[in-house]
C-alpha cells in the first residue's frame, strides 16, 4: 500500500459510502417515490399518448404504435445489461457488496425487458415485414443478449459459496459488454432487415414530432420504472440479508448493523 | 501499486482483449453477417442456381407486373441498388407494406431468367411520418415515395397534421407553411 | 389493413410484465420490511439495546 491513496483507492473509499446497507437503506427509501411515481404517470401518459392520440405512420399505418412499447423496451435491454457491466467493474476491483446484491437484482428484470423487446418485435415484424424472425444481425446480437442475461441469472445463483457466484457473474457480465456496440451498430456495419437509428446523436431526427414527444416520455417512464423496480429490489436484497445474518446469530446485532465506522 | 489498482489494470486488460477478439472474429464473418446481398453483387458474380439467397433492393417504380394463376398471384418487379437491376418473380401474397419505390428482401435462388423468390419481406426505412404529411409533402410535388426517401427529415418533422390538412385545404400545389423549415 | 390484435398484443405484453415485477418487488420488499421489523424488535428485547435504524 503507498501512502498517498491513489485514485483507484480513492474511488473507492466514495463508492463504499454507500456500501454501508443502512445508510442504502435511509437513502434508498428517500429515493423510492421519486422514482416510483413519475415513472407511473410518465410511462401511462406516453403509451396513453401514443396509442390513441398520436398519428398513424404514413407507410406503417396504426402498426407504428408498437413503437412506443419496442423501442423502450429495446434501449433498456441494452441499458440495464451496460448497468450489470458496471456492477461488474465494482465488484471485480472494489469489491462492492452492493454491487453484487443490485447485479442480482437487474438480472431478471433486464431479462424481462429484453424478453418485452423481442416479442413487440416479433409482433411488430409480421404485420410490417411480414416474417416473425429472420437472422438479421440485429435480432440475432439482441437474443444474444437476451441469453448472456439468463446466463448471468443461472450463473450468480450457482454456486454454494454466493461469493463465488458474483464473480464468475460478474466476469460474464463484463465479457458480455462487447455484444452492446454489437447491437448498436449492426444496423449501420451490415445489411440488415431491421431499419436504422431514427433518432441519432449526429443528425435530425427522422421522425415527426408529433411521435417524438409521446416516444420521449414513454422512453423516460421505462427508465424510471426499471429504476424504481430495481431499486426496491434491491432494498428487499438488502434487508433479506439483514434478516439471514440476524437469524444466524441472534443475539449479535451489531454484526448485523455495522456502525457508521465502516 | 495497490492490489485494487491491479484488479482494475487486470480487468481492464481482459475486456481489451475480449473486445479486440470478438471485433476480429466479426470482421472475418462480416461477409455472412449480411442479410441479403445487393443486386449489383449478383450481376457481378451470380450464384449457383441451387444456392438460396437474400436480394435486397428498392423495388423500382413502373416496373411491377401483377397476374393471376387460378388463385396464386403472381408478381414481377425489378429489385435496384442504384447500379443494378434483378427482375424478381414470386408467387404468392405480398406483404402489406410492398409498393413501387419500398425496400424489400427476397428470398430465393437466381435462375437464367431472373431471381425466383420463394419468400418477399418488406423492409421500411427509419423515417416516422403521419399519414397527412405525407400526403401534403407528395401534393405539394415535394416527394415521391416512388422514387426514393423522402426529403430531409428537418424540413417537415415539426409539421403537425393540422398544418398538413390546412395546406391541403388551402390549394394542391401552393408551397406549405411549414415547408421553409425550422 | 387493421393490425389491432399486433398492437393491443403489444401493449398487454408490456403491461402484463410491468405489472408482475412491480408487484413482485413491492410483496418482497413489504414482507422483507415486517420480518426485519419483527427480528429487530425480539433482539432488541435480548439485548436491551436501542434500534439504530
Request: with cysteine.
Given at each position: 500500500?503507498s501512502?498517498t491513496?491513489?485514485?483507484v483507492?480513492?474511488?473507492?473509499t466514495?463508492?463504499h459510502?454507500?456500501?454501508?446497507?443502512?445508510?442504502?437503506?435511509?437513502?434508498?427509501a428517500?429515493?423510492?417515490?421519486?422514482?416510483?411515481?413519475?415513472?407511473?404517470?410518465?410511462?401511462?401518459i406516453?403509451l396513453?399518448?401514443?396509442?390513441?392520440f398520436s398519428p398513424?405512420?404514413w407507410?406503417?399505418g396504426?402498426?407504428?404504435?408498437?413503437?412506443?412499447?419496442?423501442?423502450?423496451a429495446?434501449?433498456?435491454?441494452s441499458?440495464?445489461?451496460?448497468?450489470?457491466?458496471?456492477?461488474?467493474?465494482l465488484?471485480?476491483?472494489w469489491?462492492h457488496?452492493?454491487?453484487?446484491?443490485a447485479a442480482?437484482?437487474?438480472?431478471?428484470?433486464?431479462?424481462?425487458i429484453?424478453?418485452?423487446?423481442?416479442?413487440?418485435g416479433?409482433?411488430w415484424?409480421?404485420?410490417?415485414?411480414?416474417t416473425?424472425?429472420?437472422?438479421?444481425a440485429?435480432?440475432t446480437s439482441v437474443?444474444?443478449?437476451f441469453?448472456?442475461?439468463?446466463?448471468?441469472?443461472a450463473?450468480?445463483?450457482?454456486?454454494?459459496?454466493?461469493?463465488?457466484?458474483y464473480?464468475?457473474?460478474?466476469?460474464l457480465?463484463?465479457?458480455g459488454?462487447?455484444?452492446l456496440?454489437v447491437i448498436?451498430?449492426s444496423?449501420?456495419?451490415?445489411?440488415?432487415l431491421?431499419?436504422?437509428?431514427?433518432?441519432?446523436?449526429?443528425?435530425a431526427?427522422?421522425?415527426?414530432?408529433?411521435m417524438l414527444w409521446?416516444?420521449?416520455?414513454?422512453t423516460?417512464?421505462?427508465?424510471?420504472?426499471f429504476?424504481?423496480?430495481v431499486?426496491?429490489?434491491?432494498?428487499?436484497a438488502?434487508?433479506?440479508?439483514?434478516?439471514?445474518?440476524?437469524?444466524?446469530s441472534p443475539?449479535?446485532?451489531?454484526?448485523?448493523a455495522?456502525?457508521e465506522a465502516? | 501499486?495497490?492490489?485494487k489498482?491491479?484488479?482494475l489494470?487486470?480487468?481492464i486488460?481482459c475486456?481489451a482483449?475480449?473486445?479486440?477478439?470478438?471485433?476480429l472474429?466479426?470482421?472475418?464473418?462480416?461477409?455472412?453477417?449480411v442479410f441479403f446481398?445487393?443486386?449489383?453483387?449478383?450481376a457481378?458474380?451470380?450464384?449457383?442456381?441451387?444456392?438460396?439467397?437474400?436480394?435486397?433492393?428498392?423495388?423500382v417504380a413502373?416496373?411491377?407486373q401483377r397476374e393471376?394463376r387460378?388463385?396464386?398471384?403472381?408478381?414481377?418487379?425489378?429489385?435496384t441498388?442504384?447500379?443494378?437491376?434483378?427482375?424478381?418473380r414470386?408467387?404468392?401474397?405480398l406483404?402489406?407494406?410492398f409498393?413501387?419505390?419500398?425496400?424489400?428482401?427476397?428470398?430465393?435462388?437466381?435462375?437464367?431468367g431472373?431471381?425466383?423468390?420463394?419468400?418477399?419481406?418488406?423492409?421500411?426505412?427509419?423515417t416516422?411520418?403521419?399519414?397527412?404529411v405525407?400526403?401534403?409533402?407528395k401534393k405539394?410535388?415535394?416527394?415521391?415515395?416512388?422514387?426514393?426517401?423522402?426529403p430531409?427529415?428537418?424540413?417537415?418533422?415539426?409539421?403537425?397534421?393540422?398544418?398538413a390538412?390546412?395546406?391541403?385545404?388551402?390549394?394542391?400545389s401552393a408551397?406549405?407553411p411549414?415547408?421553409?423549415?425550422? | 389493413m387493421?393490425?389491432?390484435?399486433?398492437?393491443?398484443?403489444?401493449?398487454?405484453?408490456?403491461?402484463l410484465i410491468?405489472?408482475?415485477?412491480s408487484?413482485?418487488?413491492?410483496?418482497?420488499?413489504?414482507?422483507?420490511r415486517?420480518r426485519l421489523a419483527?427480528?429487530?424488535?425480539?433482539?432488541?428485547?435480548?439485548?436491551?439495546?436501542?434500534?439504530?435504524?
Amino acid at each position: 500500500m503507498s501512502a498517498t491513496p491513489t485514485l483507484v483507492a480513492r474511488a473507492g473509499t466514495w463508492f463504499h459510502r454507500y456500501a454501508n446497507p443502512g445508510r442504502f437503506l435511509r437513502l434508498g427509501a428517500r429515493l423510492q417515490p421519486w422514482l416510483t411515481w413519475p415513472a407511473l404517470l410518465l410511462t401511462l401518459i406516453g403509451l396513453g399518448w401514443g396509442l390513441f392520440f398520436s398519428p398513424a405512420d404514413w407507410q406503417q399505418g396504426d402498426s407504428v404504435r408498437i413503437m412506443y412499447v419496442h423501442v423502450p423496451a429495446a434501449m433498456l435491454a441494452s441499458a440495464g445489461y451496460a448497468g450489470l457491466a458496471v456492477c461488474a467493474m465494482l465488484s471485480l476491483v472494489w469489491r462492492h457488496p452492493l454491487a453484487d446484491l443490485a447485479a442480482v437484482e437487474i438480472g431478471p428484470v433486464g431479462a424481462c425487458i429484453t424478453a418485452l423487446c423481442l416479442a413487440t418485435g416479433s409482433l411488430w415484424g409480421k404485420p410490417m415485414w411480414g416474417t416473425w424472425w429472420v437472422w438479421d444481425a440485429r435480432l440475432t446480437s439482441v437474443l444474444v443478449l437476451f441469453f448472456l442475461y439468463l446466463g448471468h441469472i443461472a450463473l450468480i445463483r450457482a454456486f454454494d459459496d454466493p461469493q463465488r457466484g458474483y464473480r464468475a457473474a460478474a466476469i460474464l457480465a463484463l465479457a458480455g459488454a462487447v455484444d452492446l456496440p454489437v447491437i448498436k451498430f449492426s444496423v449501420q456495419w451490415w445489411n440488415t432487415l431491421h431499419q436504422p437509428d431514427s433518432i441519432t446523436l449526429t443528425g435530425a431526427p427522422t421522425m415527426s414530432s408529433s411521435m417524438l414527444w409521446p416516444l420521449a416520455l414513454s422512453t423516460l417512464g421505462f427508465s424510471l420504472g426499471f429504476a424504481a423496480i430495481v431499486l426496491a429490489r434491491t432494498r428487499a436484497a438488502v434487508m433479506e440479508s439483514r434478516i439471514r445474518s440476524l437469524l444466524s446469530s441472534p443475539r449479535r446485532r451489531a454484526d448485523a448493523a455495522p456502525g457508521e465506522a465502516a | 501499486m495497490t492490489r485494487k489498482t491491479r484488479r482494475l489494470w487486470l480487468v481492464i486488460a481482459c475486456v481489451a482483449c475480449l473486445g479486440a477478439a470478438a471485433a476480429l472474429m466479426l470482421k472475418a464473418f462480416s461477409s455472412d453477417i449480411v442479410f441479403f446481398v445487393t443486386p449489383s453483387q449478383v450481376a457481378a458474380s451470380a450464384p449457383p442456381a441451387d444456392r438460396t439467397v437474400r436480394l435486397g433492393g428498392m423495388v423500382v417504380a413502373g416496373s411491377v407486373q401483377r397476374e393471376k394463376r387460378g388463385e396464386t398471384p403472381i408478381a414481377r418487379f425489378d429489385v435496384t441498388d442504384g447500379q443494378a437491376a434483378v427482375t424478381v418473380r414470386y408467387e404468392g401474397i405480398l406483404p402489406d407494406l410492398f409498393r413501387e419505390g419500398q425496400s424489400v428482401v427476397a428470398v430465393g435462388t437466381m435462375q437464367k431468367g431472373g431471381f425466383v423468390a420463394s419468400e418477399v419481406l418488406a423492409k421500411h426505412d427509419e423515417t416516422y411520418m403521419p399519414k397527412e404529411v405525407a400526403e401534403a409533402l407528395k401534393k405539394s410535388g415535394k416527394w415521391d415515395p416512388r422514387f426514393g426517401p423522402p426529403p430531409s427529415a428537418t424540413s417537415w418533422n415539426s409539421m403537425t397534421v393540422q398544418d398538413a390538412k390546412k395546406g391541403l385545404a388551402s390549394s394542391g400545389s401552393a408551397p406549405l407553411p411549414a415547408s421553409t423549415g425550422n | 389493413m387493421t393490425h389491432l390484435p399486433y398492437i393491443l398484443a403489444s401493449y398487454g405484453l408490456a403491461a402484463l410484465i410491468a405489472l408482475a415485477l412491480s408487484i413482485g418487488a413491492a410483496l418482497r420488499l413489504k414482507q422483507a420490511r415486517m420480518r426485519l421489523a419483527v427480528l429487530e424488535r425480539s433482539s432488541d428485547r435480548t439485548t436491551g439495546a436501542t434500534p439504530s435504524l
